[in-house]
């Protein structure tokens, strides 16, 4: 089977960017935004078909589904290491295909409205673009290195996006902050590629993944520090994708990343790149699964749950409501990470695997809609904060309905999306590790608490007066909301097991009612508890605030994390690594050398006689003196 | 007139016509004639270099040999591989771009041109060298103008400055000329006549004791002009007071000057020398690119930066080189050519924007991005690039360095090499700092809303050194296959 012709789907919004970008000035807003949208859909077009062809035309090969590569030589470093450009399909890789477009194009028609009034309406396009061919691009990527090049890509599209209000200082500090943060963990991810290349002698997945290669069995060949070489790279291979699915530690800049468009959080910072550490991960699953019995795939599992856990509880206290869909997005992503960390190989051992990729896509699909409904508040009240909300139900129904099911989808409420996907993670959780299902669990109910808080916090409540009367927003914005409240209720009856799993045969999973009920039990208590704070107006949430102290503090201040960031760059690395190399540089290094200079004026006051000013003169002199020097060396070698 | 001696000759009827030239408007006018010439021969020459390698595989070709003194078996001896040929390139791209950027230049400007042109015809002429001696005098003539170029059209303490960069640059000449004469007295040591042509040096086994002494005399004659930590000093002083052009050529083509000597004479014709000194020049390459990019991070002058910026880059060149491989010998050669475009680019939107704003100070700039666009948005571009962002120039580069240097398995080379990765976050750092202060934000001074568009010849001057940069890091393979193929005689002949 060909799939060639998927090149096209990263392609075609290269173009839209270059088309944007390059005449910017010359094209209309209007033409701009259809430009864009009609760029994207015509990938999408192209997606669905891939997916339709690849699951349903081309067979599976002894059960399995078949992986096609196509690739072309980009760089040679050695004779066997090399970059590679080109596509890899298969089960996971199609499915990104199909969250990116949809998201991608639901949020190309959302900016039409929202950003409608913007000066820079054809430069967001642009950036727009851009993301989301290098989003492609890292979702088909054949090889580390192609990863990491479009790893970069979608890292700088974000820093672009997020700062996108230049003007406005906030942003331009979060944009830098992004960049920083996932950098850093990208050296991690670098030098991890660098380990793998030198000691598999390759970088491609394919070789990489095969059970049977000599990648995975020969793991063991070198060891440092009681580890073994490949494990040290898959640990900071992780680190890169911890960096970019804002994983702790590296987590400070996505709430940050706020600042930027509210479509573009729905896109960039909730749906697809934020995934692209998980997706990583599941990329390089059988490496992480076989080397040294999973050692670096517990690592994900506990950096997940343990993200999972952290993030739930600062989202409880936020007053922002994109921050609390940020610290929301963060503890779900650790949900995924946790899964994968948990999962199983073969079949229905596999579930973890597939339960990651499966909530990858719900999450995908209620979290762009939670985003794009939050915009749509925004929009309508031009605040972002809680306490200027409430009681929006009457204005913006479309909103307030679609909202509603994308709160009851993350709350993992039957039947909505989050439902299936959530349960086939805490069975996964449940069957592999006990205490980590516990966290699972907790997690859950805090979600539900967290989302029901806002959600009746934005739409119930107090019933403000508005100085100009909230409206609903236009159909270029509802029609998007509309779309995904739709996958968000349809979107978990995809037999999904089917189509992807660890070993790529597919199997049948089941519901597991018990774990189920559990689940669904401790979401309700969530919603129930937060409908009694937070349905009218009253003071329960602020005695319970007081009554937790403390608690309340740290989860408010976030743990304190950005305050120890800033204290070991500005404090550490700019006052006492930065200044003192600039003032060394200054009086000690260049002191000397002027040192030397002033010593030969004075030495050359005395035998300022020589000085004739003829050329020729200092001609002679110079080749003099070299023909001396030469000569004591020659003399200096030559008595060895 | 052969293919390579053209690159002389063409420059100096260059000169030759300016100086009938009468005001800024004639100089200029020949400046560019002669400038677009030589960059026609430049891309004519990567063509002809493909076709002459299909039918002839010797190391260099298009080779030509005159005697010029006997007496000391001294040869205008010149010949190309495809190392010579980027830089090549890369030289005749930006002296270009420097004429285009001097379009304004209405002091002496026949003078000024003529020094510029003069200094091309020494990095011409070092890049064809074969010849030890040939290769010296051309450096010394690529040298040289630089005093007159800063001590004239400079700025600021500018007398200061070229007095700085010529003593420490000529202390260095010296250095390098006693080690190049130590080489050729030991040129017969296998019986033959003494020579100082480098293929034929290349073939002889000088002693390992002889190799010793010489070795770090050449190398560090070479990498003064690299900027080698703690010999750097020179060159943040030296680009502040520079005009534009200057800074472009000096950063951008003569620093390069630095690591192609290293390579092509202290590790090709000294090579066990290098092996035995290599720790130390390491540790010196080391510290130079983490140092360069801290130092970077505390400027608020943007030469500054730029010139900081240019230590750490270029201490990766040397890093690079001293890593002894082909794959890190090709990411020098890469590096050498990304950051001559880049820095010669940062060194152009710098100038623009201080010919604007007359300042170069940070935090007086602010909210460019919204007065003069076009220059922002390049200057972005170029700042991704320095900071290795995949689809530019940089990129390509650094991931052959870090590779090539990953396959040594020794404890002090790994070490090595993950710090000079580390400084990928610094470098980031850096750039994005003062891109955010400058470029973004509000606009800080009244005064800047009207600030002058970019002119036709500016976009001009750009535009010829972005397109490299985005070229070479969107389609690597030609070019990185071209040096690659060159280095395999070269490898060989130090493993």
Do not use: C
């Not at chain 1, 030589?73 to 004779?79: E, G, L, Y």
């Not at chain 1, 002679?620 to 060895?640: E, S």
């Not at chain 2, 020094?115 to 020494?122: A, E, K, Y």
């Amino acid at each position: 089977m060909d799939f060639s012709y998927t090149i096209l789907i990263p392609l075609i919004p290269l173009a839209v960017f270059l088309l944007l970008g390059i005449f910017n000035q010359k094209i209309k807003p209007a033409v701009s935004g259809y430009i864009g949208v009609f760029g994207l859909l015509t990938s999408a077009i192209i997606s669905f078909y891939a997916a339709y062809q690849y699951f349903f035309v081309s067979s599976k090969v002894d059960g399995v589904y078949q992986t096609f590569v196509e690739k072309t030589v980009w760089m040679n470093f050695t004779d066997t290491l090399r970059i590679d450009m080109g596509i890899l399909i298969d089960p996971i890789s199609v499915m990104m295909l199909i969250v990116v477009s949809v998201v991608s194009l639901m949020v190309h028609i959302y900016s039409r409205g929202y950003m409608k009034d913007d000066d820079g309406y054809t430069k967001f396009f642009a950036f727009l673009s851009l993301f989301t061919f290098s989003m492609y691009g890292l979702v088909l990527a054949t090889n580390l290195f192609q990863i990491y090049i479009f790893w970069e890509l979608v890292g700088v599209s974000s820093y672009l996006l997020i700062g996108y209000y230049y003007t406005k200082p906030s942003a331009v500090a979060a944009a830098k902050k992004a960049f920083i943060v996932t950098r850093f963990a990208d050296l991690g991810f670098l030098i991890g590629i660098l380990i793998m290349g030198y000691y598999t002698g390759t970088f491609d997945f394919e070789a990489l993944n095969n059970p049977e290669g000599s990648a995975i069995l020969n793991w063991a060949s070198t060891s440092f520090m009681g580890l073994s070489a490949i494990t040290w790279a898959l640990i900071l291979i992780f680190i890169g994708g911890a960096g970019k699915s804002a994983m702790l530690p590296f987590h400070i800049w996505l709430p940050d990343a706020m600042e930027g468009p509210t479509p573009v959080s729905a896109l960039i910072h909730a749906a697809t790149m934020v995934v692209a550490g998980i997706y990583l991960v599941a990329r390089l699953f059988p490496m992480f699964y076989f080397v040294e019995e999973g050692f670096a795939l517990n690592i994900v599992a506990y950096v997940g749950a343990i993200s999972s856990l952290f993030a739930a509880i600062i989202a409880i206290t936020q007053t922002d409501i994109k921050r609390v869909l940020a610290f929301s997005t963060m503890s779900q992503l650790g949900y995924m990470m946790m899964s994968l960390g948990v999962s199983g190989y073969d079949g229905h051992e596999g579930v973890g695997y597939m339960a990651s990729m499966f909530h990858l896509f719900t999450h995908a699909m209620f979290k762009a809609l939670l985003f794009l409904g939050a915009g749509s508040v925004i929009h309508a009240v031009h605040s972002n904060y809680l306490k200027d909300m409430g009681g929006l139900r009457k204005y913006m129904p479309i909103t307030n309905i679609t909202f509603l099911i994308a709160a009851l989808a993350i709350a993992g409420m039957p039947p909505f999306a989050g439902f299936w996907s959530k349960d086939e993670i805490l069975v996964a959780a449940f069957e592999h590790n006990q205490l980590i299902y516990y966290v699972g669990v907790l997690v859950a109910g805090l979600t539900a608490f967290y989302m029901f808080r806002i959600y009746f916090g934005i739409f119930w409540g107090k019933d403000k007066t508005y100085e100009h009367t909230p409206k609903e927003s236009p159909f270029s914005m509802t029609f998007p909301l509309l779309v995904l409240a739709l996958l968000s209720i349809v979107g978990g009856f995809i037999p999904f097991s089917e189509f992807v799993s660890a070993d790529k045969a597919g199997f049948v999973a089941h519901l597991n009612y018990p774990l189920a009920a559990i689940a669904v039990g401790i979401g309700l208590t969530g919603i129930i508890l937060a409908w009694v704070f937070y349905k009218k107006e009253n003071n329960l949430a602020d005695k319970w605030a007081n009554a937790f102290g403390t608690f309340y503090k740290w989860s408010y201040h976030k743990f304190y994390f950005d305050e120890v960031y800033l204290f070991i760059t500005k404090k550490i690395l700019f006052k006492r690594v930065a200044a003192p190399i600039a003032w060394f540089d200054k009086k000690v290094v260049d002191g000397t050398m002027e040192g030397i200079g002033n010593k030969t004026v004075l030495a050359s006051e005395k035998i300022k006689g020589m000085q004739s000013g003829r050329v020729q003169d200092y001609a002679f002199a110079f080749i003099g003196g070299v023909v001396v020097l030469a000569i004591v060396f020659i003399y200096l070698w030559t008595n060895n | 007139m052969d293919i390579l001696s053209l690159f002389i000759t063409v420059p100096i009827i260059t000169i030759l016509a300016l100086v009938f030239t009468k005001g800024l408007k004639q100089a200029r006018i020949v400046s560019m004639v002669g400038g677009v010439i030589q960059l026609i021969m430049a891309i004519n020459l990567v063509f002809a270099y493909f076709k002459e390698k299909a039918v002839n595989d010797a190391i260099m070709v298009f080779t030509r040999d005159v005697v010029w003194y006997e007496h000391f078996n001294i040869h205008y001896s010149i010949g190309v591989d495809g190392v010579s040929v980027a830089l090549l390139l890369l030289t005749a791209i930006v002296v270009l771009a420097g004429v285009f950027i001097s379009w304004k230049m209405n002091d002496l400007p026949k003078e000024f041109f003529i020094s510029l042109i003069v200094l091309s015809i020494g990095v011409y002429g070092f890049f064809i060298s074969i010849d030890l001696f040939t290769l010296f005098v051309f450096f010394e003539i690529a040298v040289i103008p630089m005093y007159l170029l800063i001590g004239i059209w400079g700025t600021g303490p500018k007398e200061y400055s070229a007095m700085k960069l010529t003593l420490m640059l000529m202390g260095a000449s010296a250095v390098l000329l006693v080690g190049i004469l130590g080489i050729y007295f030991n040129s017969n040591a296998d019986g033959g006549a003494l020579t100082f042509n480098i293929l034929e040096i290349a073939q002889v086994n000088i002693p390992f004791e002889v190799q010793k002494i010489f070795f770090p005399l050449v190398f560090i004659g070479f990498a003064v002009i690299s900027a080698l930590f703690p010999f750097h000093t020179w060159s943040p002083d030296g680009h502040a007071s520079a005009p534009t052009a200057v800074s472009m050529l000096h950063a951008g083509v003569l620093m390069k000057l630095g690591g192609y000597g290293v390579f092509r004479v202290a590790m090709y014709l000294l090579p066990e020398g290098a092996l035995h000194w290599s720790w130390f020049f390491i540790i010196l390459a080391v510290i130079g690119v983490i140092y360069g990019a801290f130092a970077a991070l505390k400027q608020t002058d943007l030469k500054y930066i730029n010139a900081y910026s240019s230590v750490s880059h270029l201490g990766l060149v040397l890093f690079a080189l001293l890593m002894l491989n082909k794959t890190s010998w090709n990411g020098a050669i890469l590096q050498s050519l990304s950051h001559g475009f880049m820095t010669a680019l940062f060194f152009a939107l710098i100038g623009m924007i201080y010919s604007r704003t007359q300042t170069r100070d940070i935090y007086k700039l602010g909210g460019l991005l919204k007065v003069i666009p076009f220059i922002s948005v390049i200057y972005v571009i170029v700042g991704l690039a320095s900071l290795g962002l995949p689809g530019l120039s940089g990129f390509v580069a650094e991931m052959n360095i870090f590779v090539g240097a990953f396959q040594h398995e020794d404890m002090f080379y790994r070490v090595s090499t993950i710090i000079v990765v580390s400084a990928i976050v610094v470098t980031a750092v850096y750039i994005l700092r003062a891109a955010g202060i400058m470029l973004m934000g509000p606009v800080k001074n009244e005064a800047y809303l009207n600030l002058p568009k970019v002119t036709w010849y500016e976009k001009t001057g750009i535009l010829l050194l972005l397109i490299p940069i985005v070229g070479m890091g969107v389609a690597p393979l030609w070019l990185s296959d071209m040096i690659l193929e060159s280095l395999q005689p070269f490898i060989q002949a130090v493993l």
